[in-house]
């Protein structure tokens, strides 16, 4: 009895082993591990962010580049602000923009870069002036219903009226 209750907890002990390995293996190359201390650090003020969370991608033509760093409020304009970390071997220009993008309709988030043409170069703490915020889905949605709405309004309104019309025409011929 002694000799099958230590066998079972060997057997149990490898089996976390092997667990731990695999779950080591995936965050060392699922692009999700801790940052490099290498990299540039930029900065960007957005309108809105959400859904974008610390350790999001950067991304440069769809290529992960970097990570999201840090995100806070700027007290002076409430606008988000977030610390990228991005490859240093990267020479991006002054102008590049910056925009948070989906991955799809249900997909996450992440911030995209779009390199510039200037020739000057954003240096280790620079800042991307030129950025786009978050779409919001719900917004836009709504924003469709509206307009939706009020097209089948007016064109009540424009097919009642054209009726309201006839009848009456039809009814100053019936009298003549």
Do not use: C, W
């Not at 591990?33 to 350790?55: H, K, W």
């Not at 409020?73 to 991006?92: E, G, M, N, Q, W």
């Not at 988030?109 to 020739?119: C, E």
């Amino acid at each position: 009895m002694k000799g099958r209750s230590l066998a079972e907890v060997g057997a149990g002990a490898a089996v976390l082993l092997v667990a731990a390995v695999f779950l080591v293996y995936a965050v060392l190359h699922s692009g999700r591990g801790a940052v490099t201390a290498e990299g540039m650090q930029l900065t960007a003020g957005f309108d809105r962010i959400d859904g974008l969370a610390n350790g999001a991608d950067v991304r440069i033509a769809g290529v992960k580049v970097g990570t999201v760093t840090d995100s806070r409020i700027d007290p002076t304009s409430f606008a988000a602000v977030l610390t990228l970390k991005v490859d240093r071997s990267l020479k991006l220009p002054a102008d590049t923009s910056a925009e948070i993008t989906s991955e799809g309709l249900l997909g996450g988030k992440y911030v995209s870069l779009v390199p510039g043409g200037s020739d000057k170069l954003l240096a280790d703490g620079g800042r991307i002036t030129e950025t786009q915020g978050s779409v919001s889905l719900e917004s836009l949605l709504g924003r469709f219903i509206f307009s939706v709405t009020q097209m089948n309004g007016n064109a009540q309104q424009q097919g009642g009226g054209a009726a309201q019309g006839q009848g009456a025409a039809a009814g100053a011929g019936a009298t003549r």
